[in-house]
């Protein structure tokens, strides 16, 4: 069971990931450099969730 679920959350988020950096690079060259900002902070975030989602993982395995 937690096998599946971590594998979910992997691709969830390898998704969400793609889909971000695919729209990110759909604008004008104008707009591209105010949006590096937006992407950079986006894409912490992403690695903030994975890094937290993981360690979820591992405190539930542990401590079950």
Do not use: E, H, Q, R
Not at 7 to 17: D, K, P, S
Not at 30 to 52: D, E
């Amino acid at each position: 069971m937690i096998t599946i679920a971590t594998t979910l959350i992997i691709i969830f988020l390898v998704i969400i990931l793609i889909g971000t950096l695919m729209v990110a690079g759909k604008s004008d060259p104008g707009y591209g450099k105010k949006a590096k900002n937006t992407t950079v902070t986006i894409s912490a975030i992403y690695l903030l969730v994975s890094v937290l989602a993981i360690a979820g993982i591992a405190a539930y395995v542990y401590f079950t």
